[in-house]
């Protein structure tokens, strides 16, 4: 069955997050870091205060060196303060997205490429800061699920 592809540009405030950090290749994610990652966050939950959407894990990826890049597995917070043991807090600026929907049924990197190819043909350049893109999961989702249901954001420059 051809993939539907449709894809929209958002705008959103910076805001910031709370999680756990990860560092690794794009092999390493691929063979389960960030679930690992994803799943601590979910266990621990309830440790992170002032979570503005409680039903959204937010999948966090910065530009790193060579392959290798950053992640966090994380929840958007209205302010942080007591940050818990072993997580980290990041601000995210205020950013203009390139977004689609990962449906369960979707080839995840078609995914990817479709929304790269949709960048393009709008005429879209890539942001030029460290916020490479980021996903929003839905929190009840299994972080192991073979199937997973996402939305896919890449930070872009419409004004370019």
Avoid: C
């Avoid at 999680?19 to 960030?34: M, V």
């Avoid at 894990?57 to 290798?68: K, P, Q, R």
């Avoid at 966090?72 to 818990?84: G, H, I, K, M, T």
């Avoid at 960048?119 to 879209?124: A, D, L, R, T, V």
């Amino acid at each position: 069955m051809d993939q539907v592809f449709e894809a929209i540009l958002v705008s959103k405030p910076s805001f910031q997050a709370v999680g756990i950090r990860w560092e690794g290749t794009f092999e390493e994610a691929g063979e389960g870091g960030i679930r690992a990652v994803q799943t601590e966050v979910i266990r621990r939950l309830a440790e992170i205060r002032h979570v503005v959407h409680p039903d959204i894990l937010l999948g966090l990826s910065y530009h790193h060196e060579g392959d290798s890049f950053i992640h966090y597995a994380a929840l958007e917070v209205e302010r942080v303060e007591d940050v818990p043991e072993g997580m980290d807090s990041v601000t995210v600026p205020a950013l203009t997205y390139a977004m689609t929907e990962h449906k369960k049924e979707d080839n995840i990197d078609s995914s990817y490429t479709n929304i790269f190819a949709w960048i393009e043909k709008q005429g879209y350049p890539l942001h030029k800061g460290d916020v490479t893109h980021f996903e929003k999961y839905p929190m009840a989702q299994d972080p192991y699920a073979k199937n997973p249901e996402f939305t896919i954001m890449i930070p872009v420059d419409p004004k370019a």
